[in-house]
């Protein structure tokens, strides 16, 4: 477990746009506070200024946005953590204290069940209830648990803030050097559309699964009952169901954990146990991007930063584009959040000071920054986040701030980044004004004014410019509606604005229609029918010791005899290339110490 501890002594960073949940202490101050929080590791916005984050880390910005509640005395404990079991323990012995913790659903789940967590006052939170997407936060709050203390029904809506969310896929190379050579890409884009690619003999030894039980016990669940998904999904698509039956009818098989499922799924993973590279924790984003891999079961916010590696020139010598699956019968969406832990002696400040940091990081604001730095995608909307996505993602972006005559090496403060756009027409490029095609609004001082520049009519960087109905956009570029992530949280921008331009959402579809399979921004933000057929993983509760010995017992049979020899193979190549390099070394040591002599 990793700790660091930050305090007041440092510069100050004002935070703009931040909502304000509590009245301001009027100078007053309320002595020495300590609030003590428990994350996953690089799971919060930090600096880094050699690669371009030059803002204090979110930690310290919110001790100076603590000041303005009289909290001019804060430190921050910060800890670390690798698993939620890990997370569990700590706090169901008593051995570590937080205010709190960022476990998974799941752990969520486990910890309300035990009496472990204490309630959240939402009124407290006004930015979570302002700007946490209203479709996401209902699939967490729609898990319950029965508490075993109090023998009663609780939900996590009471107790739980969405911190990060996504999907657990499949990430592939569609052109990797390993494949069989009678396989083309197009033959791969069409077999990610189905778990059962990862069974698939003709991809064998070029796969790799977490070494994770519920990640691949998911993905063996969705293999097991592959056929009663199907035809679930058949009746869905026919009309016979509506979406609520659907996902409700999905998350029960996706949740089967009784003794024959158990042994079933067992089955189907020694016989993905014969098809596979290995197991891996975290080293299987890199292993598909360095080629050792062609396909990997990923969680979407390592499969972005792989895509985004893969296409690196600085990070690989020869860029190549991976891409990101979501099988068409059904995919594991998670939830990362912020619970507070049962704590005694816990002060009443201490209680406010844990509120104040929960309304801080769901600032869109700040969100946009964590989302920017961590790469997973925020359970926060508002009109920063989308901001973030449109220029991350939208075409329209690169369209309008294209201009030829921009040198970024240029030694000149006074360049006008933004002076000109450039419309598609058919053919040919029309020039005209930045002012021509946007209505310029309050400005928005989020932005940093040394990368955006100043407008040629005088108006300055980070003002609100809308899309132009004349830009024109071609004719491949798919529609992305993603009003389903930002309804009813947006200030500045209206209907039209959730509306997006991409060439990340891929035409490779299923028969009917239904797209599985895209790029960093299908992988962010996938499409509604995506969702619908994601489903919540839950605890297993007294079947949870069932899926481990499972799961024991799986990691405990051998490997397939070609995956030993492949390792031994590579532990034979690393230890001759280090006794190689020693003497090699010592080699021209002597030849150095024998010129030297001969030299004297």
């Given at each position: 477990m990793k700790r660091r501890v930050t305090s007041l002594s440092l510069s100050l960073l004002l935070i703009l746009g931040v909502s304000l949940p509590l009245s301001s202490c009027g100078g007053s101050t309320k002595g020495e506070q300590t609030l003590r929080l428990l994350n996953w590791e690089d799971y919060i916005y930090e600096q880094d200024i050699s690669s371009g984050y030059t803002a204090e880390d979110l930690i310290d910005q919110f001790i100076e946005y603590a000041k303005g509640y009289g909290y001019d005395n804060v430190s921050v404990i910060y800890d670390t953590t690798d698993t939620n079991e890990t997370m569990y323990n700590e706090l169901a012995t008593g051995k570590s204290e937080y205010d709190l913790i960022c476990p998974s659903d799941y752990m969520m789940q486990r910890m309300l069940a035990a009496d472990l967590l204490e309630p959240l006052d939402m009124d407290k939170i006004p930015n979570y209830q302002n700007y946490a997407s209203a479709r996401i936060k209902n699939q967490l709050d729609s898990i319950t648990a029965y508490n075993?203390?109090?023998?009663?029904?609780?939900?996590?809506?009471?107790?739980?803030?969405?911190?990060?969310?996504?999907?657990?896929?499949?990430?592939?190379?569609?052109?990797?050097?390993?494949?069989?050579?009678?396989?083309?890409?197009?033959?791969?884009?069409?077999?990610?559309?189905?778990?059962?690619?990862?069974?698939?003999e003709k991809y064998k030894g070029t796969i790799s699964i977490k070494d994770s039980m519920r990640d691949t016990y998911a993905a063996g669940l969705m293999y097991t009952f592959d056929e009663e998904l199907s035809e679930l999904r058949e009746e869905y698509e026919n009309g016979d169901i509506d979406a609520s039956s659907y996902n409700s009818a999905l998350t029960e098989i996706f949740n089967r954990c009784d003794e024959d499922s158990i042994d079933l799924v067992y089955e189907s993973l020694n016989e993905l146990k014969k098809n596979i590279f290995g197991l891996e924790v975290d080293s299987g984003k890199q292993d598909i991007v360095t080629g050792k891999i062609g396909i990997n079961l990923a969680w979407s916010g390592d499969a972005v930063y792989s895509i985004d590696q893969a296409e690196d020139p600085e990070e690989v010598s020869n860029p190549f584009d991976l891409y990101y699956a979501v099988p068409l019968n059904g995919v594991n969406i998670w939830f990362d959040g912020w619970v507070m832990p049962k704590l005694e002696g816990r002060s009443d400040a201490q209680v406010e000071?844990?509120?104040?940091?929960?309304?801080?990081?769901?600032?869109?604001?700040?969100?946009a920054?964590?989302?920017?730095?961590?790469?997973?995608?925020?359970?926060?909307?508002?009109?920063?986040?989308?901001?973030?996505?449109?220029?991350?993602?939208?075409?329209?972006?690169?369209?309008?701030?294209?201009?030829?005559?921009?040198?970024?090496?240029?030694?000149?403060?006074?360049?006008?980044?933004?002076?000109?756009?450039?419309?598609?027409?058919?053919?040919?490029?029309?020039?005209?004004?930045?002012?021509?095609?946007?209505?310029?609004?309050?400005?928005?001082?989020?932005?940093?004014?040394?990368?955006?520049?100043?407008?040629?009519?005088?108006?300055?960087?980070?003002q609100i410019g809308r899309y132009n109905e004349r830009l024109i956009i071609p004719d491949d570029i798919e529609e992305v509606d993603l009003s389903y992530f930002f309804n009813g949280t947006l200030e500045e921008y209206g209907e039209e604005d959730m509306i997006f331009y991409s060439d990340e959402?891929?035409?490779?579809?299923?028969?009917?229609?239904?797209?599985?399979?895209?790029?960093?921004?299908?992988?962010?933000?996938?499409?509604?029918?995506?969702?619908?057929?994601?489903?919540?993983?839950?605890?297993?509760?007294?079947?949870?010791?069932?899926?481990?010995?499972?799961?024991?017992?799986?990691?405990?049979?051998?490997?397939?005899?070609?995956?030993?020899?492949?390792?031994?193979?590579?532990?034979?190549?690393?230890?001759?290339?280090?006794?190689?390099?020693?003497?090699?070394?010592?080699?021209?040591?002597?030849?150095?110490?024998?010129?030297?002599?001969?030299?004297?």
């Open positions: 075993t203390v109090t023998e009663t029904t609780e939900s996590l809506a009471d107790y739980a803030v969405g911190y990060m969310w996504g999907t657990l896929g499949i990430l592939f190379n569609p052109e990797f050097k390993g494949y069989s050579d009678d396989i083309k890409a197009e033959e791969v884009f069409s077999d990610m559309q189905s778990w059962s690619v990862l069974w698939d000071l844990a509120h104040l940091f929960l309304n801080f990081i769901s600032d869109p604001v700040n969100a920054q964590n989302m920017d730095y961590i790469g997973y995608t925020s359970f926060i909307a508002g009109d920063a986040i989308l901001e973030l996505v449109r220029d991350w993602y939208d075409i329209r972006t690169d369209l309008i701030y294209l201009n030829e005559d921009f040198d970024e090496d240029e030694d000149d403060e006074e360049y006008e980044y933004y002076d000109y756009v450039y419309y598609l027409d058919g053919s040919e490029e029309i020039e005209v004004d930045y002012s021509d095609c946007h209505f310029m609004e309050e400005s928005d001082p989020s932005f940093n004014p040394a990368l955006y520049g100043v407008f040629e009519d005088g108006t300055k960087a980070g959402y891929l035409p490779f579809e299923s028969e009917e229609g239904n797209i599985c399979v895209g790029r960093q921004f299908f992988t962010q933000y996938p499409n509604e029918e995506v969702i619908t057929r994601g489903a919540v993983m839950w605890d297993y509760g007294e079947n949870n010791d069932l899926v481990l010995k499972m799961w024991e017992n799986f990691k405990s049979d051998p490997l397939p005899v070609w995956a030993i020899v492949v390792f031994v193979i590579e532990i034979v190549v690393i230890v001759g290339a280090v006794i190689y390099y020693y003497a090699h070394r010592r080699h021209n040591e002597k030849v150095r110490e024998r010129n030297k002599n001969a030299a004297g």
